[in-house]
């Protein structure tokens, strides 16, 4: 089992020869072997309050244009999506309706989001288009992770200086390290970011 992610937006340059490599797999390994997910953001528009799935509906577009449709579509979206959202995704994207995921903004962390898709019957999805043969998932201790997130026992204040530390992906794995450790030990850390360059000028 392979899982390969092609960062960036569909049409980009650097993106082609990638896009390319994975259209041609499916042709060497045979449909039942490839399965196709596309990450696409769904956005609300405050002003007209509705979500907006014409975005997703160009980057599909160009898919196709270079061969690839994909089985399934999560969008990305900090509104829940409405029926006639998931419809329209469904119908000109062509994809089925169980196969529109939604993946909206969480409240604690990312790692609440595989309890989300499971929710959705994501994992079946999965399965079933590639036939594979799985035990049904057991996420107890995953759900012992998010309680863990959810109601800390106690409160860690840790200071992280850097040169280029309000760029939000600057030190991410130093973030994430602390966010684990905080994780383990049942302790929510509060990170507060310190530009080094001040600390040289100001002392």
């Not at 569909?10 to 596309?38: K, S, T, W």
């Not at 160009?58 to 994909?70: A, K």
């Not at 089985?71 to 529109?100: G, H, M, Y």
Request: glycine share 6%; aromatic share 6%; with cysteine.
């Amino acid at each position: 089992m392979v899982i390969t992610e092609i960062g960036g937006t569909v049409g980009d340059i650097e993106g082609l020869p990638f896009l390319e490599a994975i259209r041609q797999m499916r042709l060497d390994l045979g449909r039942g072997n490839v399965l196709y997910i596309h990450l696409t953001l769904v956005p609300y528009i405050r002003a007209a309050q509705e979500i907006k799935t014409k975005p997703t509906q160009h980057s599909v577009g160009r898919l196709r244009e270079i061969g690839i449709l994909p089985d399934i579509i999560i969008c990305r979206t900090e509104r829940p999506l409405t029926q006639e959202a998931r419809d329209k995704i469904s119908l000109f994207c062509n994809v089925d309706k169980e196969a529109v995921i939604e993946e909206r903004d969480v409240r604690y962390s990312v790692y609440e989001l595989p309890l989300v898709f499971l929710k959705q019957r994501l994992d079946q999805l999965i399965i079933s288009s590639l036939a594979l043969e799985a035990k049904k998932a057991e996420m107890a201790e995953w759900q012992e992770i998010m309680q863990r997130i959810k109601a800390p026992e106690a409160e860690v204040k840790i200071a992280v200086v850097g040169k280029y530390i309000h760029h939000q992906s600057a030190y991410e794995s130093i973030y994430a390290a602390l966010e684990h450790g905080g994780i383990a030990n049942r302790a929510a850390v509060k990170v507060t970011r310190v530009e080094s360059e001040n600390i040289e000028k100001d002392g």
